[in-house]
């Protein structure tokens, strides 16, 4: 069975320019998250949809959007590219809100800004 | 705000040693606290517990949970060079919100 998977593997923009950044999820799988890891921190969270709804947001500025598609997979949207943005971007998958499920992650999408 | 702090930040021990990884938290409305091993990208799942004073156990690593005092270790027994990694802690609150600490790297030298 596939793992997350998210595409592309790196992503190189200039400041100002717009991003896009695709997760599909496990099979069966309804929560997909969206972190963000720059260079020596720890995952900050962007995102969380489920059932194609946005179920909550991190601190981060409106720029950073998405959406899940009805076949639960989902796009990260970053526009007015800024250097900061540099990073990890990665995308988790769960069976569904229950809290106790754990989270599978896949192996991101480097996105430089230059 | 959540506040989840993972200690040392970094640590380089020999195969063979025993480390212990600390993680303390601040989170309203706790739930869980889940341990990830993150060695590339992708972090992958260690270890979830709900309740204080349960060992979980995997191989040589291990993981306690206090809730009263708010904190949680992860333990290496007879480590290895591929236990080289980044240990994430996230505790989750009842929203099902996870707040990851920074990690700690870990590097064993053979």
């Known amino acids: ?82 250097l900061e943005d540099s990073a990890l971007y990665l995308c988790a998958s769960s069976l569904d809100t229950g809290l106790d499920e754990k989270l599978f992650f896949g192996s991101g999408t480097q996105l430089s800004v230059l | 705000e959540d506040k989840v702090v993972q200690s040392p930040l970094s640590l380089v021990v020999h195969e063979g040693d025993t480390v212990t990884l600390n993680c303390s938290y601040e989170v309203t409305n706790f739930r869980s606290l889940l341990w990830y091993k993150q060695e590339k990208k992708a972090p992958t799942f260690l270890f979830m517990l709900t309740s204080s004073g349960i060992e979980k156990k995997s191989g040589r690593l291990s993981s306690i949970l206090d809730k009263k005092e708010l904190f949680s270790i992860l333990n290496i027994t007879a480590t290895q060079t591929g236990d080289s990694a980044i240990y994430l802690c996230a505790p989750r609150d009842a929203g099902n919100m996870l707040t990851f600490g920074g990690g700690t790297r870990l590097m064993v030298k053979p």
């Not at chain 1, 949809?49 to 639960?72: A, I, K, L, M, V």
């Open chain 1, 1 to 82: 069975e596939a793992g997350v998977t998210q595409s592309p593997t790196h992503l190189i923009k200039t400041r100002g320019q717009q991003a896009t950044l695709r997760c599909s999820p496990i099979s069966g799988h309804t929560s997909v998250y969206w972190y963000q890891q720059a260079l020596g921190l720890g995952l900050q969270f962007l995102l969380w949809y489920d059932e194609g709804e946005e179920r909550n947001r991190g601190n981060f500025p409106p720029r950073f959007s998405g959406r899940q598609f009805p076949n639960y997979s989902s796009e990260l949207n970053v526009n007015a590219l800024e």
